[in-house]
């Protein structure tokens, strides 16, 4: 039986691999819970599929969600089901609009990824795909899609 199950409705906005140092860590931290599963590539990337936070519905088991963070100060919450150790998204503390679901939760077929971000902390002899676009930090396509869809939630509440 699934304990925990969240939503996501609609198209995402982009499926994605983090190698940030922030996202290895916490990746790290969530790995080394019993029970839990490996979550980084070998290159040290995270894979993502990124929602818009008005389209995450959370069904079932979100009292099973326990937030870590890297540091207290952080924004950044990496929800994970203490049921089974699950790491199950990125939520944030501030204003951002979007939600990052881990891709290895999803159930069926999940988007490939789009594109490789933060590679500058990609790990010494780990190797990334050639064949999806890689970026040493967050590109300018990332940003715009991501103003994209707060751009729409704002329009779709004035209708």
Same mark, same amino acid.
């Given at each position: 039986?699934?304990?925990?199950?969240?939503?996501?409705?609609?198209?995402?906005?982009?499926?994605?691999?983090? +190698?940030?140092?922030?996202?290895?860590?916490?990746?790290? =931290?969530?790995? @080394?819970?019993?029970?839990?599963? !490996? /979550? *980084?590539?070998?290159?040290?990337?995270?894979?993502?599929?990124?929602?818009?936070?008005?389209?995450?519905?959370?069904?079932?088991?979100?009292?099973?969600?326990?937030? +870590?963070?890297?540091?207290?100060?952080?924004?950044?919450? =990496?929800?994970? @089901?203490?049921?089974?150790?699950? !790491? /199950? *998204?990125?939520?944030?503390?501030?204003?951002?609009?979007?939600?990052?679901?881990?891709?290895?939760?999803?159930?069926?077929?999940?988007?490939?990824?789009?594109?490789?971000?933060?590679?500058?902390?990609?790990?010494?002899?780990?190797?990334?795909?050639?064949?999806?676009?890689?970026?040493?930090?967050?590109?300018?396509?990332?940003?715009?899609?991501?103003?994209?869809?707060?751009?729409?939630?704002?329009?779709?509440?004035?209708?």
């Amino acid at each position: 039986m699934i304990a925990v199950e969240i939503e996501a409705a609609g198209a995402p906005i982009i499926s994605a691999v983090c +190698y940030c140092d922030d996202c290895q860590e916490g990746a790290r =931290r969530i790995e @080394a819970l019993p029970g839990a599963a !490996p /979550m *980084l590539d070998p290159a040290g990337g995270t894979a993502y599929v990124v929602y818009r936070k008005d389209r995450i519905t959370y069904r079932r088991g979100a009292a099973l969600l326990q937030p +870590y963070k890297i540091r207290p100060d952080s924004a950044t919450n =990496r929800m994970v @089901a203490t049921c089974c150790n699950s !790491p /199950m *998204l990125l939520n944030f503390d501030d204003r951002k609009h979007w939600v990052d679901l881990y891709r290895a939760r999803i159930r069926g077929a999940a988007p490939p990824a789009r594109m490789h971000v933060c590679t500058r902390f990609q790990l010494p002899g780990g190797v990334t795909s050639r064949d999806v676009p890689r970026y040493e930090g967050y590109p300018v396509r990332f940003l715009a899609l991501l103003l994209k869809a707060r751009l729409a939630m704002s329009l779709e509440r004035w209708q």
